[in-house]
């Protein structure tokens, strides 16, 4: 059976997808398969991709109705225990990251690690409180491994056009109780030329977001959880982001603890 299938999702990326295909093709645990999708590029990707074509399970170059469009088609290709969406420009922290998360395949249906932006900035921050963390962020696409099994009878909403994988996260976690955990590992280096990174598009992920929130819960609910979100923020999120301090220390932390990490899966391996 194999343990991972990796989705590449691309359009007009050329240089990005040479990255992303490279650190794939570079790890040292080869027990996976590579799904790559693309968006009928006009800039070279498909001649970059049918030149990798050995490395590469499955791919097809073709017209899509968008990043959630191409997703699905991948997801349809899989055939791997765990899926991870590793989009063009998006690249593995390192050679070994498959052989360090292979250790923590236990069944568990979501497993979350960390992406770092601009090779130092932790993308997303591990919380607690999961309800609120996926309020006010979401787990990182490129960092998160999710069991087939929960696309049997899952596809991502096409037409939402930038958060149809945070929807996923509330039906799957919120309303349906999957299991999750996180886990230490650095997974990769998220591009950070994205449409949800895009500061233009903030006022549609938010009514996108509030849209899916409004589909799946009561207003009275939505209006206590957006109370609850607040106070949250106030208390605890928005005052570490503000202190540059509070900031550098539980960066300098997490940075320890996925080092620290690293050395344990590496010595549970050999």
Same mark, same amino acid.
């Given at each position: ?32 398969? +590579? ?78 690690? +960390? ?66 955990? +996180? ?55 928005? +005052? ?31």
């Amino acid at each position: 059976m194999i343990d991972f299938s990796i989705i590449t999702v691309n359009y007009n990326g050329v240089e990005g997808l040479g990255k992303t295909i490279h650190s794939v093709i570079s790890q040292n645990y080869r027990n996976y398969e +590579y799904i790559v999708i693309d968006g009928g590029s006009t800039d070279g990707s498909k001649q970059l991709i049918e030149q990798n074509r050995k490395n590469i399970t499955f791919w097809c170059s073709e017209t899509d109705n968008g990043i959630y469009n191409a997703m699905n088609k991948g997801i349809s290709h899989a055939t791997g225990d765990y899926l991870l969406f590793l989009n063009g420009g998006d690249v593995f922290h390192s050679y070994t990251v498959l052989s360090e998360v292979k250790s923590h395949l236990d069944g568990t249906d979501i497993i979350s690690g +960390y992406a770092l932006k601009d090779n130092h900035t932790y993308l997303n921050i591990h919380e607690e409180n999961v309800l609120m963390m996926l309020l006010h962020s979401t787990f990182s696409h490129q960092a998160t491994f999710i069991r087939r099994e929960l696309f049997d009878n899952y596809k991502y909403d096409e037409h939402l056009k930038i958060v149809s994988d945070w929807e996923a996260w509330i039906d799957w976690i919120i309303i349906r109780n999957h299991t999750y955990k +996180y886990i230490d590992t650095i997974v990769s280096d998220y591009d950070f030329s994205g449409i949800s990174s895009d500061s233009s598009n903030w006022g549609e992920i938010l009514s996108e977001r509030q849209y899916v929130l409004s589909s799946h819960f009561p207003a009275k609910v939505v209006d206590n959880l957006m109370k609850c979100n607040d106070f949250y923020l106030k208390t605890h999120y928005k +005052y570490i982001d503000s202190n540059p301090y509070l900031k550098q220390l539980a960066y300098a932390i997490l940075k320890s603890i996925a080092f620290f990490g690293k050395l344990i899966n590496k010595k549970s391996i050999s």
